[in-house]
């Protein structure tokens, strides 16, 4: 059997694996896909197990047959069993007549066992039978059926919690857990945020035929702080939402955040803050929430001063001005008002490079720790430190 590289991987199945997490993922990919061995993938809601199991059976020697995807989740529990291994005729009042299950027709290629947490607790007992001996039952049958299966499960659920609740079989737990693949939340893997947004942008352009003006830097580091509680799913929601609501102009900073808050707060969950820019992670340290609450603070007033010097400099423009003072000294007073502010306010570059020098200092000039307490990837530190002539 052919072997790939992870580029190999990364290129065929449209994988992006800039981080070192996700390399590490692909490495156990590499290493499992040519056995036939129980795995098991964990990992957050919209981080990528699918795409994990399509890849570990397109590898395998069985790729030339099917795959079968089944949501644990999404099948009614009084019928559950009956999807799984199938039914014979009779069986139950609506069995008219025979039928295979998920299993039988994944014969001799792979089943893909999506949300495996929720299966009820009769099911496992089958599903641990198929598992060490493959054999199952359908459904109203008394005679056993051998099947040629590979099994990949996955769940976002916290196997070793369900075992404690008696809601998981412990053998079983034990039975999947021989391979376990964790795939990481995207905020674990800043590094792949913006190959991400490239990838999905160019895949929705390219199909959707929108104008696209790109995202600026300061725009990318705002996706790169952004916590995405959905992972790389909500990622690509929120790049295609972009584009189609900024088409053919190059997207801010500012319409991230205001995209992001406004999504936030029609989507208000007890794990956040609500917060105008970005929602902050109730879970962060008080010296990390402090940090990130001063510097959107920063960031605000900034904006307000902005603004106000914007409105000092239009006024000359609006048509019914009152004038408190002469128009020439009325002018020379605007400038002034407006140069004081400016010179008294620090731009964001004094500020990103004040954050990034105490970082820095704090950490003893070790970059991966800076980058790790500022919230940003390495690759994006390294940029401003060498922006910013550190």
Known sequence: MQQYSIEDICERFGIIAESMEMREVLHVVQQVAASDITVLITGESGSGKEIIATTIHKLSH?????????????????????????????????ASDQRKGYFELADKGTIFLDEIGELPLQTQVKFLRVLENGEFMRVGGGQPRKVDVRVIAATNKNIEEEVSAKRFREDLYYRLRSINIRIPPLRERQDDIVPLVKKFAGEFVQSSKMSYGGFSAHAMDVLIGYEWPGNVRELRNVVESLIVLEPGREIQAEDVRRFLSKMHRSNVSSNYSDNVHLPVHLHKSSEQAERE???????????DILELKDFLMNRNNEPHRVHLLPPSAQNVHDRNVKNEMI????????????????????TGGRRREAAHALQISERTLYRKIKEYGL
């Open 293 to 303: 609450l001063i510097y959107r603070a920063l960031l605000e007033m900034r904006n």
């Open 343 to 362: 010179e008294e306010l620090p731009s964001i570059e004094e500020m990103e490079k004040s954050l990034i020098n105490e970082a820095l200092r704090r």
């Open 62 to 94: 069985r790729a030339d047959k099917e795959m079968i995807s089944v949501n644990c989740g999404a099948i009614p529990e009084g019928i559950i069993e009956s999807e799984l291994f199938g039914h014979e005729k009779g069986a139950f009042t609506s």
